[in-house]
């Protein structure tokens, strides 16, 4: 290794057996996690945001340049404001705007088992919406000019923690990508080198919340993994 400052790495030991045990636990924990469309407006503490955005933040990341920003919407008027600009681009996109759709047919039909159309009222009804920028510049000191690397990986990474914690907590998320976004920079009063990557909902789920069923057909781990 190059010389750079050093203080000692320790890790507590975990047994084999505690060890699977609390992978599988966990595992068991996320896999109840689902992608919620029905949100109530029952409030959702903020010290909960505050912790889950902190788990975020310790997210590997490129050169520990944490490239993220995380604006947390709450204000009514903010709200509105994403909600229309968000169903004025998903009415294009789902060409409900009376022109062609801007989504190919193929999408179209890749979504047809999820439901999901241009209305978007729980833009509205959460209590929290999370909108999360990719700084592409910036470094630590975030002074818009030095070069960030490995910028979306950093940034998806650091939102399934964020998504990971939320769910802990006992709150539903929606990530939510309107395209294009660049709407959401002007709403969050964000500077230019700023990527609006998604928009994460959070809140409780309606009484009468559903689930697609499609979105239940997981991949096994045969599937997802060779070893070599
Ligand atoms: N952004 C649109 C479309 C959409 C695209 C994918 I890929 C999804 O998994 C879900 C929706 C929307 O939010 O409706």
Known sequence: MRDHETIPYTLEAIPDADAIARAQALR????ERRTCRYFSDEPVPREVIEAAIEAAG???????????HFSVVSSPEKKRAIREAAEAEEKR???????????SEEWLDALADLGTDADKPFLETAP???????????????????????VNESVGIACGMLIATL???????????????????????????????????VGKPTEDATVPVHALKKKPLGQISSWL
């Open 93 to 103: 996109f789902y060409g409900e705007d009376g022109d062609k759709a801007k989504a």
């Open 28 to 31: 068991d924990r996320l896999k």
């Open 128 to 150: 929290y919406l999370i909108v999360v920028f990719a700084q592409r510049k910036g470094g630590i000191e975030e002074d818009g000019k030095t070069q960030n690397y490995y």
């Open 58 to 68: 310790t997210a590997p990341n490129g050169a520990n340049h944490q490239p993220w």
């Open 167 to 201: 769910h802990e907590a006992g709150c539903s998320t929606l990530t939510h990508t309107p395209s294009p976004m660049g709407f959401l920079r002007n709403i969050c009063e964000r500077p230019e080198w700023e990527k609006p990557l998604m928009v994460v909902v």
